[in-house]
């Protein structure tokens, strides 16, 4: 088994190398949204997955990386609006109206607000928890769109002199109270959210166009 396990972590590259660490990131990630960074444990994820403990630690190294890594898969699924190559067509309004409303979307679903709020209860008790979560989610996330930014200024697209600031104010205006009333149990109402959104654009475009 030592000699077996010792071959897959110098051959990561192979399809089955790939297979086991895309299946141990999969279980890793329901069981850190569903009971927490504490209340998971390696035992758990490696019988969830099908391998061994060695194989989770050959692949990661610690409990820490393989939950850096099950955020950075959950918030993948959002990085691709803002990847150029995966954005909506149409006008900067329209791409941006796509993002503003698959970015709330995101970030409303019951599973994230649940996760969120056992990240930050654990970052009270070990700060470097929080730093994991922000360095794969919230901080890649906001990289990738402030990289959008930039592109539509230098094409002319808009006039944007600090697309991290730009980015920042954007999402801040998309979430707006709606955020917060979420958080603690209060579902916004549908139009709503789509007036604020529609509202974000208005001000981001007047404040950004050429």
């Known amino acids: 088994m030592k000699n077996q396990e010792f071959l897959e972590k110098r051959k990561p590259g192979r399809p089955s190398d790939i297979a086991k660490r895309e299946a141990i990131v999969e279980a890793a990630s329901a069981r850190f949204f569903d009971a927490g960074f504490a209340a998971t444990s390696i035992e758990q994820v490696a019988a969830d997955a099908g391998v061994s403990k060695v194989t989770i630690y050959n692949h990661f190294g610690d409990k820490r990386a393989l939950f850096a890594a099950s955020v950075a898969r959950e918030c993948e699924k959002m990085r691709g609006y803002f990847s150029l190559k995966e954005m909506p067509s149409g006008s900067i309004r329209e791409r941006l109206t796509a993002i503003g409303e698959a970015m709330y979307a995101f970030l409303s679903r019951p599973e994230m607000i649940q996760f969120e709020r056992r990240i930050a209860a654990e970052t009270e ?5 929080g730093r994991d979560f922000l360095e794969a989610g919230p901080w890649r996330m906001k990289a990738a769109f402030s990289a959008f930014l930039a592109h539509a200024d230098a094409t002319g697209e808009l ?22 009333e979420h958080r603690f149990g209060e579902l916004p109402n549908a139009q709503d959210q789509q007036r604020r959104i529609a509202g974000a654009v208005d001000v981001f475009l007047s404040a950004y166009s050429p």
Do not use: H, N, T, W
Request: charged fraction near 25%; glycine fraction near 8%; charge should be negative.
């Open 125 to 129: 008790r070990e700060p470097a928890i």
């Open 159 to 180: 006039s944007i002199p600090d697309p991290d600031l730009a980015a920042e104010q954007f999402v801040s205006m998309c979430k707006g109270m709606g955020d917060l």
